[in-house]
């Protein structure tokens, strides 16, 4: 006898995992769909400048790559990374944060973004807290999700997390912090050294570890650079080797480019052991040839610091292109904050107005930035809107400005 024919088709959504459910989509990606189109001008996305790409050093060095270590870049590889690089994180560790490293202290990520998504896995089981900044990175609120934590929101101000509040809540033992201490997205603040020490001081009397996601102090065009929270950990913790309560997540996306898709993560050697482990089970390593191309761009240990200068001269120009398009044409009624680095000025609403409900006018006008609701772990900020200033060119950022400006103008005078 023959078997039936399954009638209609599989409902695939009853199949989805509690896991799969609970996660939406990150407004910021949705928002790339539309903004690749003709004409519209992005102060949305966190992305680099696009024309400092180092495509020739990046083109040279795949050549360099293929023709002397073609079949070692093609080959699967070790899950730690490609050992060269990760002596190069070493060096370059030391060399800007003055963080004395090993190199089984350093495990290479496929970008950032993974080696959050591994110290979810470290760290987290279903129904875990974790203590984050309000707000904080979209991203990783969809990691933390996927982990089925619960995010605990503490309040910022403008000398970055208050510390009265995390300690309150370091009381009910989370898994862990997660921090973003320099020039944080989506604010733009730093945390200040008072803070910085008290956070480590804290962790170490609650014994809860920090995850410290750095991917912007490198681009710092003003002020003064404050020690990471590794950094000022390790030297609490001094010795031969790395101990403490942080792990550092680093990222060449911001400095590069994200597209290659490199970055790493930083911890004792025995954290570092459980993470390969855990990466075996994901991705087994990083792209090797990414890895080696990366390498044999920045392996001189003069081309990366030179190439991060001209990278900070430009953020300067079109960070200050932006404030000063703001001052012309927003009116008054809003503040927002003038970063020292980093890509993005957060920019706080009158109460009246709502980010979304913005964003629909400026999608009319070819104009998208992130409303701020997105950022808040708990709710809230919907009269708050975060706008990158890396991506355009001063006069397209100029434009931009000018058109929210009018939007702006016009719903404050309805209201």
């Given at each position: 006898m023959t078997q039936?024919?399954?009638q209609g088709t599989l409902a695939w959504e009853n199949h989805f995992s509690q896991r799969a459910g609970g996660v939406g989509s990150s407004v910021v990606r949705d928002m790339l769909k539309i903004i690749r189109q003709p004409g519209y001008i992005s102060l949305a996305g966190g992305m680099p400048p696009p024309e400092l790409f180092p495509i020739d050093a990046c083109r040279a060095a795949a050549e360099r790559v293929l023709t002397r270590h073609?079949?070692?870049?093609?080959?699967?590889?070790?899950?730690?990374?490609?050992?060269?690089?990760?002596?190069?994180v070493v060096r370059w560790m030391k060399r800007t944060m003055d963080v004395e490293l090993a190199v089984d202290n350093v495990l290479i990520t496929s970008g950032g973004m993974q080696g959050m998504d591994l110290c979810g896995r470290l760290l987290l089981n279903a129904g875990d807290s974790i203590l984050t900044e309000s707000p904080t990175f979209l991203g990783a609120l969809q990691v933390f999700a996927v982990n089925q934590a619960v995010c605990v929101p503490i309040p910022l101000d403008d000398k970055g997390v208050q510390i009265e509040a995390l300690e309150h809540k370091l009381a009910a033992r989370p898994a862990f912090m997660y921090l973003i201490p320099t020039f944080q997205n989506p604010s733009g603040v730093t945390l200040s050294l008072e803070r910085r020490q008290a956070v480590i001081a804290l962790a170490a009397q609650y014994q809860v570890p920090i995850v410290e996601d750095d991917p912007y102090s490198h681009l710092r065009f003003a002020g003064k650079p404050l020690p990471s929270l590794l950094a000022l950990d390790a030297r609490r913790n001094q010795g031969q080797e790395l101990r403490?309560?942080?792990?550092?997540?680093?990222?060449?996306?911001?400095?590069?480019?994200?597209?290659?898709?490199?970055?790493?993560?930083?911890?004792?050697?025995?954290?570092?052991?459980?993470?390969d482990v855990l990466k075996q089970g994901t991705d087994l390593h990083a792209s090797v040839l990414a890895q080696m191309i990366v390498h044999e761009v920045v392996r001189d240990g003069e081309f990366l610091p030179r190439h991060v200068e001209k990278l900070r001269a430009a953020l300067r120009q079109r960070r200050d292109a932006?404030?000063?398009?703001?001052?012309?044409?927003f009116p008054p009624g809003l503040h927002w904050v003038n970063p020292n680095g980093g890509m993005f000025v957060w920019v706080t609403l009158p109460p009246s107005l709502d980010g979304n409900e913005l964003l629909k006018q400026a999608l009319q006008q070819k104009v998208a930035f992130v409303p701020g609701y997105s950022f808040f772990p708990a709710g809230g900020g919907h009269n708050t809107m975060r706008l990158n200033f890396s991506y355009p060119l001063p006069d397209v950022i100029e434009t931009g400005i000018q058109r929210l400006g009018q939007i702006l103008k016009g719903r404050m005078t309805k209201d």
């Open positions: 039936t024919a399954t073609g079949q070692e870049a093609m080959q699967y590889g070790l899950t730690a990374g490609y050992p060269p690089l990760r002596e190069f403490g309560n942080v792990i550092y997540v680093g990222s060449f996306s911001k400095i590069l480019g994200p597209g290659l898709r490199v970055g790493w993560l930083v911890a004792p050697a025995n954290v570092i052991q459980r993470l932006m404030i000063a398009a703001m001052e012309r044409h």
